[in-house]
């Protein structure tokens, strides 16, 4: 019942691929390993030098280790399930997909990619709510649209959402306990002046 209802819901969203060659064109551009990635990445390093003073700047740093631990925790999660299922992709299991993107070998469900995304947003989002937020627009615009170019159904990716929420409440368990190295490293950074 519930992949019948994830395949329809598929398929509604790759059927308004091929209408229109410029948002065809742009949610391809969205769903590279390019675009949204490389823009989170750029984030993380921001947030490791911005800040008003030491305590907030140390809070942003610190907040970078937890998105940074958040994504390869719930990347590990995402290969460990990859291991114990494999799910065909979209464009593999269905007949008139509208595949605007290469075509993974790797398991569709969950999809790394989407868990990285929000695994980075839901740790930028315990420092700074307003950055977190814009983060967690650019990871639901970037699974919609691996979604819209045929290499996810939407489960794979509502299922890399729930695995990144859960690993990084975790990771923030784990911050907790390991503040104190956190800090030294941190501390040890600003001496030789990269932080």
Not at 38 to 52: A, D, K, N, Q
Not at 81 to 88: M, S
Not at 142 to 171: C, E, M, N, Q, W
Request: aromatic share 12%.
């Amino acid at each position: 019942m519930l992949a019948n209802a994830d395949k329809a819901v598929f398929l509604w969203i790759n059927g308004l691929a091929g209408r229109a060659p410029a948002v065809d064109f742009f949610m391809a551009w969205v769903a590279s390993d390019y675009l949204v990635p490389v823009g989170m990445g750029l984030t993380l390093v921001t947030l490791w030098f911005i800040g008003r003073d030491g305590p907030e700047r140390m809070r942003y740093q610190i907040g970078m280790f937890t998105a940074l631990t958040a994504m390869a925790l719930s990347s590990l999660v995402v290969f460990i399930c990859n291991a114990l299922f494999f799910r065909l992709r979209p464009f593999d299991g269905l007949d008139g997909v509208n595949l605007l993107f290469y075509q993974p070998t790797d398991s569709s469900f969950p999809s790394n990619s989407a868990a990285v995304a929000f695994g980075i947003a839901a740790g930028v989002w315990c420092v700074n709510r307003r950055l977190g937020t814009a983060l967690f627009v650019a990871a639901g615009v970037y699974g919609f649209s691996r979604v819209f170019v045929g290499v996810h159904y939407p489960a794979d990716i509502l299922g890399s959402v729930v695995i990144a929420l859960v690993v990084t409440a975790l990771t923030l368990r784990l911050r907790d306990l390991l503040m104190p190295v956190l800090v030294w490293v941190i501390k040890a950074a600003r001496l030789i002046a990269v932080a």
